[in-house]
């Protein structure tokens, strides 16, 4: 989990491809807002400037030859396949027209010949100095996405004059960032969860020892699935956050009940660590692993979802709760008896000094 | 609106008919107008007396200016030149010569139209960058016209061919003359390539003219309001809207259409509206 290498495509399986947009502005810089710049564009009708043209000729050709880009759909072919039938569809007169004013007469007689629902309004802004260019991305990650945005900035920044420059907007690169913003805010999110957990157990048990030894079976089973997951396929996303998140949640319920049996036995019966255990186990281990099975069933249901934020999410807690059930009854016993009959043997009043209750 | 050009005398003759024959048409006659019972018949009456409101016209020459404005509020401007010339043809409509003056990289384009009733309409378009007239092909009325709102069938001249009618209900006119009533009839094109299902229109009892016009896409829902305003007389008898407003309520995008300097018996012939004239126009 080095990044939130985001497959944001793969969201859904039955998707082909989700375009992605770069808005290349035409008479000023709209590197912040480009949806709502195009009113302040120095220069109207800049779309039929031949160097306009030309550069964003390039620009598609460009992203034609990039692998990460099925298809491109650009002004400039637009232009091209005008000035094209405008010179009696002479293939030699597929390029960008040369003079401005002719360029800008070939496309209002263009505009003048489009049937509604076919215009042109959804590629060039009102004033005619942006056009859209759209791209079709094969699946791609975050890093990819990012990666693919930086190329293109370094091309901007070689080839075309600075006034046309943009940034990129549009649905993929949104989620790309949305989905990087979402794994840093939950990551910082579920370290102050188990915080606050760990310090809830510590009052609730009123044991320092105890909320410390929390940690280890709250913190261990999503590590433990991730482990597992990595056995397969290298790749966390956007869910990964969510699967922690409410995996937490429910691990948690076991471990307290374990823990406060176990204290029970242990601090206010004075029994021994292992009969402790043995008391734990006798009257909340049915309990646990019935509600674990309930759990694993339930989350499990969601993996047929073909939206694959509820899919992963619902495999990983169900492996995470399984996991987490399997480290109570195994490595949580044995970690408090190793513990306590440590510390017992060391210092035989440390219990009782921790434990005011006693 | 159908006057084809005639020797003078004759076009003097016609035009004093018509005034006499339609004189019910007239701005404070036109009230009068006996309307039939039966909604479909009311709603082709309506169309017909607003239709007679401005037979004979002649020819007019305005200049308009239109400001598009998107749903973030951008706005951009166009300007043209517009010359009509009535056809007394009731099989067709009257012709038109637009000539572009903005945008500037438009200057001197010029595009002119010989309305059909229910064919495509005859259109050519004149480029001066490459100096040639090109015929445009026209067969869909519904695409937008230069980017703005308004599609080629919203501007071409009210032909009562063109729709059938129903008469609905009557109800005061929308604003800013909620004081008076208005028809409210429903049409729908005859025209097979016309981008609507049905257009309801508010059509003003007091002077026949249209105050608002809804129009409904091709699936029936509410696609563009059209609202009529600074509506000015000439000639005595000449109603004639100066403020076109178009909003397209499923994008949010609008588009104000405004004319000035109307002049009306200008003297203008068939000759005028020629491919010929096309390269002249500027």
């Not at chain 2, 499923?250 to 010929?276: A, C, E, H, I, P």
Request: include cysteine.
């Amino acid at each position: 989990m080095t990044g939130a290498d985001e497959f944001l495509v793969e969201h859904f399986r039955r998707q082909d491809g989700v375009p992605g947009r770069f808005r290349l502005g035409g008479g000023a810089s709209d590197r912040h807002l480009p949806d709502q710049l195009f009113a302040f564009l120095g220069e109207t009708g800049g779309v039929s400037n031949p160097e306009y043209v030309k550069t964003l000729e390039a620009f598609s050709n460009w992203f034609r030859e990039q692998p990460e880009v099925v298809h491109v759909s650009t002004f400039s072919d637009v232009m091209k396949r005008i000035n094209k039938s405008m010179h009696g569809d002479g293939e030699s007169c597929y390029r960008v027209p040369d003079d401005r004013q002719m360029a800008a007469q070939f496309l209002l007689l263009y505009e003048m010949s489009l049937p509604n629902g076919l215009d042109l309004n959804g590629q060039i802004n009102v004033d005619k100095s942006s056009t859209e260019l759209t791209l079709t991305l094969t699946d791609v990650s975050t890093a990819q996405m990012q990666e693919l945005i930086n190329r293109a900035d370094a091309w901007l920044g070689k080839n075309a004059p600075e006034y046309m420059y943009s940034y990129p907007a549009g649905q993929s690169v949104m989620f790309a960032f949305i989905g990087r913003n979402n794994f840093n805010s939950m990551t910082t999110g579920t370290a102050i969860a188990l915080i606050l957990i760990s310090a809830c157990l510590m009052l609730a048990l009123r044991n320092l020892k105890l909320g410390l030894i929390s940690l280890v079976p709250n913190l261990t089973p999503p590590l433990v699935s991730f482990g597992i997951l990595a056995l397969f396929t290298a790749e966390v996303g956007f869910w990964s956050t969510l699967v922690i998140a409410t995996a937490l949640g429910l691990i948690v319920d076991a471990t307290v009940h374990f823990l406060s049996k176990y204290r029970r036995a242990s601090i206010e019966q004075g029994k021994s660590p292992e009969d402790s255990v043995r008391y734990a186990f006798s009257t909340v281990g049915t309990a646990l692993w019935v509600s674990a099975f309930v759990l694993v069933v339930g989350f499990a249901i969601l993996a047929l979802s073909p939206f694959k934020v509820n899919a992963m999410l619902g495999i990983m807690v169900a492996l995470t709760v399984a996991v987490a059930l399997v480290i109570d009854f195994l490595l949580l016993p044995s970690l408090l008896i190793t513990v306590d009959r440590r510390k017992k043997a060391v210092v035989p009043a440390d219990a009782a000094a921790t434990s005011p209750a006693e | 609106m159908r006057i084809q050009h005639l020797p003078r005398g004759r076009v003097v003759a016609a035009v004093a008919l018509a005034a006499l024959m339609l004189a019910p048409a007239t701005v404070r006659a036109a009230g009068s107008v006996s309307l039939p019972g039966d909604p479909t018949a009311k709603g082709l009456a309506i169309a017909e007396a607003a239709d007679r409101s401005n037979q004979g016209f002649g020819d007019t020459k305005a200049s308009m200016k239109m400001i598009l404005e998107n749903a973030y509020g951008e706005t951009s401007e166009r300007e043209l030149r517009s010359m009509t010339l009535e056809n007394s043809n009731t099989e067709e409509g009257d012709w038109t010569l637009n000539v572009f003056d903005k945008p500037r990289d438009v200057d001197g384009t010029a595009l002119l139209t010989y309305a059909k009733i229910l064919e495509p309409d005859d259109q050519w378009m004149y480029l001066p960058a490459v100096k040639r007239v090109k015929r445009i092909s026209s067969v869909n009325k519904s695409g937008p016209f230069m980017g703005s709102e308004f599609a080629f069938e919203d501007f071409s001249s009210t032909e009562v061919g063109k729709y059938s009618y129903k008469w609905i209900r009557d109800e005061a006119c929308p604003e800013p003359v909620a004081d008076r009533t208005c028809h409210v009839t429903e049409r729908y094109p005859e025209y097979e390539h016309s981008g609507y299902t049905r257009q309801i229109v508010w059509t003003d009892t007091t002077d026949y003219q249209p105050r608002r016009i809804e129009y409904f896409d091709r699936k029936d829902e509410h696609l563009k309001t059209l609202t009529f305003d600074d509506y000015r007389l000439y000639q005595g008898k000449f109603w004639r809207a100066h403020d076109l407003f178009m909003e397209n309520v499923v994008t949010g995008k609008s588009t104000r259409l405004t004319w000035q300097d109307y002049s009306f018996g200008n003297g203008l012939t068939q000759n005028d509206f020629s491919t010929n004239a096309l390269k002249r126009a500027r």
